[in-house]
């Protein structure tokens, strides 16, 4: 029996996946196999020794100390894509929200509740709406800083809705650059961006690379009368700088997923409480991806969408049994084990063998299951992490 641990409100149609006859899936569970979780922070709390993966459902890892685990061969993984709908969506109603004054008008209009007269009322609607007007995003220009999952999809949106695109991003995977429209121009830098856009998205991840992205410094390439958005992560954003920029009226307003007390209380801020991915068929999606690539990796060892370790799979060689292994990436460790295995006459019948920076990880199907101290002797090769047969 597999023991899977969640955090958070994880969707049912996810933790449906689990064939409860081979799991036991619960938010209290000791000695679990596996966690699924979404934004629950796990750099304070201790790893039990029984864990092999965790199944992020969403996007972003910063909640996970995906370093500290992978030297201890925990899979990290994520569900690249599947909450990047939801996003953009919520994206596009903050740009609209930014472009006219929809929410100030409608505070406005539900706060005449002392008015009895219809009529009044319209009058008055009529006197006071031009307090409330704004302008169109056609013909607008938004930058977008990411052009991942999330960036792609607002790119289409927003050329769709006639706007032009600038879009920055210096790690663009070749896989993401094919989905990208064409009319996407390129900025070389974020100043540059900053310089030209009318409305600025971020959609990075949250790494050391990105940390305060938006600063004091930035901020001063910044066009004047720019609405900056940020649905990515607090920390890519130094809020205290934005609202420097705010008061400066050099930015006009900063909408985000992510409020912090220095924001609060001030027109030219929408906050919002972290609903970027909290729709019913994104945390679907999430949840199905993340029970699945757990699954998949706890009853076979294949690896799909990891964060940590190299893509792997293998089709099962018929009957026998599956040994995988991780260990440190340096040379002579699979070599080392295909020798333990020789030594105690375990056929070898299939095997794959990948790396992915510090970590090799490797599937070796074998004619029958080595017995325990074959075992123990793969985990006692130097720089082998750790063993499973499956
Ligand atoms: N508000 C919410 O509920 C949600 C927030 N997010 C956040 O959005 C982030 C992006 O999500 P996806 O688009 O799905 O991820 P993704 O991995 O598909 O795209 C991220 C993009 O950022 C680029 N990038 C990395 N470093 C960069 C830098 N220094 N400058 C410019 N670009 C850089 C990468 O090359 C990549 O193309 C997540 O990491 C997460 O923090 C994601 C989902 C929901
Ligand atoms: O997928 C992400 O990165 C998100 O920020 C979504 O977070 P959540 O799963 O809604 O807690």
């Known amino acids: 029996m597999y023991k899977i641990k969640t955090y958070n409100k994880i969707s049912v149609k996810g933790l449906d996946r689990f064939d409860r006859s081979k799991y036991e899936v619960a938010s209290d569970i000791n000695s679990p196999d596996g966690y699924i979780l979404r934004s629950h922070k796990l750099h304070d709390e201790a790893l039990p020794e029984s864990v092999k993966a965790v199944a992020r459902a969403g996007a972003g890892t910063n909640n996970v100390p995906v370093a500290e685990y992978s030297k201890k061969g925990v899979v990290v993984f994520n569900a690249p894509g ?146 900056l958005l940020n649905f990515a992560r607090e920390a890519i954003v130094d809020a205290a700088a934005v609202v420097q920029s705010l008061d400066a009226k050099k930015l006009r307003m900063y909408i985000c997923d992510f409020p912090e007390p220095i924001l609060l209380g001030r027109d030219d801020v929408y906050a919002m409480p972290h609903i970027g991915a909290s729709t019913a068929e994104a945390e679907e999606n999430c949840a199905i991806m993340g029970a699945d690539q757990l699954m998949d990796y706890l009853e076979n060892g294949n690896i799909r969408n990891s964060v940590n370790f190299p893509a792997v799979q293998m089709e099962r060689s018929g009957p026998g049994a599956r040994i995988t292994f991780c260990n440190d990436n340096v040379s002579g460790v699979l070599g080392h084990v295909l020798s333990v295995l020789a030594d105690n006459s375990v056929n070898v019948v299939d095997m794959v063998n990948k790396s992915r920076g510090d970590i090799a990880y490797n599937i070796i199907d074998v004619e029958q299951a080595p017995a325990d101290d074959v075992v123990a002797a793969i985990k006692a090769v130097e720089h082998v992490i750790t063993v499973r047969v499956i």
């Open 82 to 227: 599947a909450n990047a709908n939801a996003v953009k969506e919520l994206v596009l109603s903050g740009m609209l929200l930014g472009s006219r004054g929809i929410i100030p008008g409608m505070n406005w209009a539900q706060s005449l509740t002392d008015m009895t007269d219809a009529a009044e009322m319209s009058a008055l609607m009529e006197k006071q709406k031009s307090n409330f007007a704004g302008s169109e995003l056609t013909g607008k220009t938004l930058g977008i800083v990411g052009l991942g999952a999330i960036g792609s999809l607002i790119a289409d949106t927003a050329l769709a809705l006639g706007m032009k695109v600038i879009g920055y991003d210096p790690a663009l995977s070749v896989e993401a650059a094919w989905r990208l429209p064409s009319q996407v121009a390129r900025a070389e830098n974020l100043q540059s961006l900053l310089a030209r856009c009318d409305y600025v998205t971020l959609h990075v991840p949250a790494i050391e690379a990105t940390h305060h992205l938006i600063n004091e410094e930035s901020l001063k390439s910044v066009k004047e009368g720019a609405v």
